[in-house]
């Protein structure tokens, strides 16, 4: 099956930096690559996506980049605020249609 | 309905008993997924149903845990003889396999378990 490794696991940055998380994955079959963001006792909510016939998707201050070759992916967030805070997970489809999730990374956002 | 419906949302039982957690996905999808998420931790994968494929087992830990989903729509895990260590937010998510929209996946907003 698909393995999914996110780094890194836990993340502090300050207020207004910006904030990179990285996953890579196995299958180079995999053709779509979600994020998540999961807030303090919510539900994981899709904050962004990039299928494999792009290298780069943004929407405001976040952003995906995907590297086919190497079989990596990485979410970008910039000008980081407080409600930035949660658990961010990657995750990886493959041809079967599976999802795979990366383990998580807890960002905080210090004011 | 307009998105993933889980019951019941919080659910406390006496280690020993059997629990049913419901999961109603969004019409139309084919694809559904179970997870379980203890506190502070990730999504650990439990069950993958895809149409009218055989389902992915291959997380379920143990063989107190099973599901089934009946015509393609609804969904629901069962625990047997519940343990301490069951304790966890159940999470159930589904979403489209094909149409240019596969993959995006979309939760319910969990079953709290706990055993005491």
């Known amino acids: 099956g698909e393995n999914v490794e996110q780094h890194p696991s836990t993340l502090s940055v300050q207020e207004g930096d910006s904030a990179v998380i990285k996953c890579t994955y196995s299958?180079?079959?995999?053709?779509?690559f979600p994020w998540y963001k999961q807030e303090l006792g919510k539900r994981p909510q899709l904050i962004i996506d990039?299928?494999?016939?792009?290298g780069e998707k943004k929407d405001q201050r976040i952003a995906v980049t995907l590297n086919k070759t190497a079989k990596h992916f990485s979410l970008h967030i910039t000008e980081t605020q407080p409600e930035d805070s949660a658990v961010y997970f990657c995750?990886?489809?493959?041809?079967?249609?599976?999802?795979?999730f990366g383990a998580g990374t807890t960002v905080t956002v210090r004011a | 309905g307009a998105g993933v419906s889980q019951s019941p949302s919080n659910k406390v039982t006496e280690k020993g008993k059997d629990v049913e957690l419901r999961c109603d996905p969004i019409?139309?999808?084919?694809?559904l997924y179970w997870y379980r998420q203890s506190l502070g931790q990730g999504l650990e994968f439990l069950i993958y149903?895809?149409?009218?494929?055989?389902?992915?087992k291959s997380g379920l830990p143990s063989d107190r845990f099973s599901a089934e989903r009946t015509g393609g729509s609804v969904s629901t895990l069962t625990i047997q003889r519940t343990q301490q260590e069951d304790s966890a937010v159940y999470l159930c998510?589904?979403?489209?396999?094909?149409?240019?929209?596969?993959?995006?996946?979309?939760f319910g907003e969990g079953s709290r378990l706990t055993v005491l």
């Open positions: 990039i299928r494999s016939n792009v």
């Open positions: 019409s139309g999808h084919t694809a």
């Open positions: 995750a990886v489809l493959t041809n079967d249609y599976k999802l795979s």
């Open positions: 998510a589904s979403s489209w396999t094909s149409g240019g929209a596969e993959g995006e996946l979309f």
């Open positions: 149903f895809q149409g009218n494929s055989a389902p992915d």
């Open positions: 299958d180079s079959a995999s053709n779509y």
